[in-house]
C-alpha cells in the first residue's frame, strides 16, 4: 500500500523519547535569516548571505486530561528546569509515515490555558529553537500506532478560580458561573551567540517577564467589585484543574495579580456577562 498523503492519525509527537498524548494542532515553521549584498553601482541585490540565528518556532496545542500516558511538557515543564524563566533546552521530534522532523534546543517562548462552556480544557505551548531537521529513517509505520489511555478531560464546571486580594478586588469562582477561561504566559527570547557561530549558546527570557488572566462569569447581585483604590491591589490567583470526583489533579498558583479592567456586556434574550481581566509578574 502506496502512502499519497500524511494523515493526522499517521504522526505522533516526542519530547526527549517520550511520546506526547492528546495532540489536537502542531505547527513547525523555519525562519533563514538572509543579509543582502548589492555591489557597488548595482541597482539590485547581487548575492544574499545566510545570518545568524536560524530558527525554527513550533507550536502545540492539546487536550488536558486527568490521566494521561506518557509526558508531557505543559503539565511538568517547570519541573525540568526552574520554572518559565529558566535557560533549559528541549528537543522535539515529529515523527509520521515519511521520517522525524526534529527540533532541538528548543526553549518556551508562550504558555496558554483555555477553558469555555461547550468545550474540553486544552492549552497551547510555543518554543523557538534550533533550525528544524529531516530525516526519513526516522518514519513510524502503522505498527507503531497506539491508543491513548485517559481517565477523563478536564471540564470547565471542574475549573475554580480564587483571587485573593488585601481589598474588595478579590474574586471566588466558586460562588459564580463560569463561562470562559484564558491565561497566558508570553516569553520572548534573546539569542546570545558566539563570535563565529550561527546557532545560539543561550536564549534568555527577556525581563520583566509578565502573564495574563482573564474570565467571564454571569452577572450575579454579588458580582460588583470596587475598584476605586488609588493603589493597585495585589494578591494571589490560583487556577485549580478537578476531576469528576472533585479532588485537584492540576493547579496554577501566581502571586503579585492586579486588576486591570472590568467588562460587563448583554444582549437581547442573553445574560448579563461580567468579565475580569488581571495582570501577574513571572518570578521564576
Same mark, same amino acid.
Given at each position: 500500500m502506496s502512502i499519497q498523503r500524511i494523515h493526522s492519525s499517521e504522526v505522533q509527537v516526542?519530547? +526527549?523519547?517520550?511520546?506526547?498524548?492528546? %495532540? /489536537? =494542532?502542531?505547527?513547525? =515553521?523555519? /525562519?533563514?535569516?538572509? !543579509?543582502? %549584498?548589492?555591489? &557597488?553601482?548595482?541597482?539590485?541585490?547581487?548575492?544574499r548571505v545566510l545570518g545568524a540565528n536560524p530558527i525554527s518556532t513550533l507550536d502545540i496545542g492539546i487536550l488536558l486530561t486527568t490521566g494521561a500516558t506518557g509526558?508531557?511538557?505543559?503539565? *511538568?515543564?517547570?519541573?525540568?528546569?526552574? #520554572?518559565? &524563566?529558566?535557560?533549559?533546552?528541549?528537543?522535539?521530534?515529529?515523527k509520521d509515515f515519511a521520517g522525524a522532523t526534529t527540533v532541538s534546543g528548543a526553549s518556551l517562548t508562550s504558555y496558554s490555558?483555555?477553558?469555555?462552556?461547550?468545550?474540553?480544557?486544552?492549552?497551547?505551548?510555543?518554543y523557538e529553537g534550533s533550525p528544524a531537521s529531516f530525516n526519513s529513517e526516522g518514519a513510524i509505520s502503522f505498527d507503531? /500506532? =497506539?491508543? $491513548? !489511555?485517559?481517565? #477523563?478531560f478536564f471540564r470547565p464546571s471542574h475549573v475554580?478560580?480564587?483571587? *485573593?486580594? $488585601?481589598?474588595?478586588? +478579590?474574586i471566588d469562582? *466558586?460562588?459564580?458561573?463560569?463561562? !470562559? &477561561? =484564558?491565561?497566558? %504566559?508570553?516569553?520572548?527570547? /534573546?539569542?546570545?551567540?558566539?563570535l563565529g557561530s550561527r546557532t545560539p549558546l543561550f536564549r534568555y527570557p527577556e525581563l520583566p517577564a509578565a502573564g495574563s488572566l482573564s474570565f467571564s462569569v454571569l452577572k450575579t447581585k454579588v458580582t460588583g467589585v470596587n475598584v476605586t483604590s488609588m493603589v493597585c491591589e495585589? #494578591? %494571589?490567583i490560583k487556577i485549580d484543574l478537578k476531576d469528576d470526583d472533585d479532588n485537584s489533579v492540576i493547579d496554577f498558583l501566581v502571586s503579585g495579580c492586579c486588576l486591570e479592567s472590568i467588562e460587563e456586556s448583554t444582549a437581547l434574550d442573553d445574560n448579563t456577562t461580567v468579565g475580569f481581566n488581571?495582570?501577574?509578574?513571572i518570578i521564576q
Amino acid at each position: 500500500m502506496s502512502i499519497q498523503r500524511i494523515h493526522s492519525s499517521e504522526v505522533q509527537v516526542f519530547a +526527549g523519547s517520550s511520546r506526547i498524548p492528546a %495532540v /489536537q =494542532s502542531l505547527n513547525v =515553521s523555519t /525562519q533563514k535569516p538572509v !543579509n543582502d %549584498v548589492r555591489r &557597488l553601482g548595482a541597482l539590485n541585490v547581487t548575492e544574499r548571505v545566510l545570518g545568524a540565528n536560524p530558527i525554527s518556532t513550533l507550536d502545540i496545542g492539546i487536550l488536558l486530561t486527568t490521566g494521561a500516558t506518557g509526558i508531557d511538557p505543559f503539565y *511538568t515543564h517547570q519541573a525540568f528546569h526552574a #520554572g518559565f &524563566l529558566n535557560t533549559g533546552k528541549q528537543d522535539f521530534t515529529i515523527k509520521d509515515f515519511a521520517g522525524a522532523t526534529t527540533v532541538s534546543g528548543a526553549s518556551l517562548t508562550s504558555y496558554s490555558l483555555n477553558a469555555s462552556v461547550g468545550e474540553l480544557v486544552n492549552g497551547t505551548t510555543s518554543y523557538e529553537g534550533s533550525p528544524a531537521s529531516f530525516n526519513s529513517e526516522g518514519a513510524i509505520s502503522f505498527d507503531d /500506532q =497506539s491508543n $491513548d !489511555n485517559f481517565k #477523563g478531560f478536564f471540564r470547565p464546571s471542574h475549573v475554580q478560580v480564587t483571587t *485573593t486580594t $488585601d481589598g474588595d478586588e +478579590g474574586i471566588d469562582s *466558586t460562588t459564580l458561573n463560569i463561562q !470562559n &477561561l =484564558s491565561l497566558s %504566559v508570553d516569553l520572548p527570547r /534573546q539569542t546570545k551567540i558566539r563570535l563565529g557561530s550561527r546557532t545560539p549558546l543561550f536564549r534568555y527570557p527577556e525581563l520583566p517577564a509578565a502573564g495574563s488572566l482573564s474570565f467571564s462569569v454571569l452577572k450575579t447581585k454579588v458580582t460588583g467589585v470596587n475598584v476605586t483604590s488609588m493603589v493597585c491591589e495585589s #494578591g %494571589v490567583i490560583k487556577i485549580d484543574l478537578k476531576d469528576d470526583d472533585d479532588n485537584s489533579v492540576i493547579d496554577f498558583l501566581v502571586s503579585g495579580c492586579c486588576l486591570e479592567s472590568i467588562e460587563e456586556s448583554t444582549a437581547l434574550d442573553d445574560n448579563t456577562t461580567v468579565g475580569f481581566n488581571y495582570y501577574f509578574p513571572i518570578i521564576q
